[in-house]
């Protein structure tokens, strides 16, 4: 049971550059969201999707979008790198959102630089 | 604006110490999680605290749930090298799609 898997583990982008970093789950969860993880600062949701076919914003969407056409893939498009989105990426997965005992599982995380 | 704030931001201890890390908000959330995360890794649950008042015990590790359910803490008794890590509170608010995450506490417990 691979859980969620993030690819690439590592990317150096060059500003302006566009790229999708995948994200797939194996455990048939509903919810899939995106996180960045900033010194100091936790994690900060990108954007999230309740299911198949439904996304919605976090807290910081601007210059990413996302879409779910499976249960499994959950994409994270960066549409023109800016430095500022120097970050480590986390995308996770749960069985729901509504639900207040909800376990997120993590994959192991993006480390994107923009330079 | 960030509606978890977590204390203190760094904490480096002695193996064999105690210590206890505030989680602290001025919402109300249905239920708050406690995770760790490790060097290249994703965060992992170790907890969920659904009651006011709620107290839960995972080895040496002790967590609590604020009576007006703003509020956790997590206690470690006698730390060992193996807590070493980035411990982060995130909680859930009713009607809300997503977990809110506080901003983190890393922990170094040198041997």
């Known amino acids: 049971n691979a859980g969620v898997t993030q690819t690439p583990k590592f990317q150096v982008l060059k500003t302006g550059q566009s790229m999708t970093l995948q994200c797939a789950q194996d455990?048939?969860?509903?919810?899939m969201s995106w996180y960045r993880q900033d010194p100091g600062m936790g994690l900060r949701l990108i954007h999230y999707?309740?299911?198949?076919?439904?996304?919605d914003q976090g807290e910081v969407p601007n210059g990413y979008n996302v879409s779910r056409s499976t249960t499994e893939d959950f994409p994270l498009r960066l549409l023109s790198a800016a430095p500022s989105q120097t970050s480590v990426y986390f995308c996770?997965?749960?069985?729901?959102?509504?639900?207040?005992?909800?376990?997120?599982?993590f994959g192991q995380g993006t480390r994107l630089t923009v330079v | 604006t960030q509606l978890l704030e977590q204390s203190p931001q760094f904490l480096s201890i002695q193996e064999g110490e105690n210590l206890t890390v505030y989680c602290n908000s001025s919402?109300?959330?249905?239920?708050l999680q406690w995770y760790r995360q490790e060097p290249g890794e994703g965060p992992v649950l170790l907890v969920t605290?659904?009651?006011?008042?709620e107290v839960k015990k995972l080895k040496r590790l002790t967590f609590q749930f604020g009576d007006a359910r703003k509020d956790s803490s997590l206690h470690i008794t006698a730390a060992q090298p193996g807590d070493t890590g980035l411990y982060l509170c995130?909680?859930?608010?009713?009607?809300?799609?997503?977990?809110?995450f506080g901003t983190g506490t890393r922990l170094t417990v040198i041997p």
């Open positions: 996770a997965s749960s069985r729901g959102s509504t639900s207040y005992n909800t376990e997120a599982f």
């Open positions: 455990m048939n969860h509903e919810y």
């Open positions: 999707s309740v299911g198949a076919g439904i996304t």
């Open positions: 919402s109300v959330f249905s239920s």
């Open positions: 605290v659904v009651t006011g008042g």
């Open positions: 995130a909680g859930h608010q009713t009607g809300a799609n997503n977990l809110f």
